[in-house]
């Protein structure tokens, strides 16, 4: 399995400022997801982080609102822009170890609130 | 497209008590399903796995077998405690066109009381 550890745990924003969430894993994992959970929601998938590459945005999310970036295979960082109290969600970082694992782990989560 | 269709909930029990949350989904190909569980202000863990028809996959007293036939996943646990109190999303993911991803039901909020 994959110990998933997210920075910050949780934070309150101001409309109109940004946040860098971080995802770092303790091994190395062939794919790393972000995902968002809105209040008493089920998960959406915001996009797949692609190591070296320009992330594949799921529809409904862009690249300019959800910059993300992974340098290497254990670390991941999303960047919620232009905060509006509408991004106000759990965004969790996830990751594929192995493809011929299957298993998803999921970290603990950001919780945001933006006011 | 693959979708993953969950009991509403929210389910409330008395601890002992028998619990079936169920889950029915559409996949194209043979997908793999999970059951997640999300404990009041924590991220997701994963409880159990079946891979192909037949699987049952189980933990912490939880089991649940995957019915092709009637494209089913349903948790069951024959006696719940109040510890068992969190949220329950059944989950997919179907290798192939739309490549990895895991796609979620709307989950199931359990409360078990005393």
């Known amino acids: 399995s994959a110990v998933i550890s997210q920075k910050p745990s949780r934070d309150i924003c101001q409309r109109g400022t940004s946040l860098t969430i971080q995802c770092q894993v303790d091994s190395q994992v062939t794919m790393m997801f972000w995902y968002r959970q809105q209040p008493g929601q089920s998960l959406t998938l915001i996009a797949t982080a692609n190591q070296g590459s320009e992330a594949t945005y799921e529809s409904g999310f862009v690249i300019d609102k959800f910059p993300i970036s992974r340098p290497n295979l254990t670390f991941s960082t999303l960047t919620v822009s232009n905060m509006s109290p509408e991004d106000s969600s759990i965004y969790l970082c996830s990751v594929v170890m192995d493809i011929s694992q299957e298993t998803q782990y999921f970290g603990p989560g950001t919780r945001l609130l933006v006011l | 497209g693959n979708s993953v269709t969950q009991m509403e909930g929210p389910v409330t029990l008395s601890e002992e008590a028998f619990l079936t949350i169920n889950c029915t989904y559409t996949?194209?190909?043979?997908?793999?399903l999970f059951w997640y569980v999300q404990y009041p202000g924590e991220g997701l863990q994963l409880l159990l796995k079946a891979t192909k028809a037949d699987d049952k996959g189980s933990n912490k007293g939880f089991e649940a077998t995957y019915r092709k036939e009637t494209t089913s996943f349903h948790l069951e646990k024959g006696s719940v405690q109040v510890s068992d109190s969190a949220v329950y999303f059944c989950a997919l993911r179907a290798w192939g066109s739309t490549a990895s991803k895991l796609t979620f039901g709307t989950g199931t909020r359990l409360q078990v009381t005393l």
């Open positions: 996949a194209t190909g043979y997908p793999s």
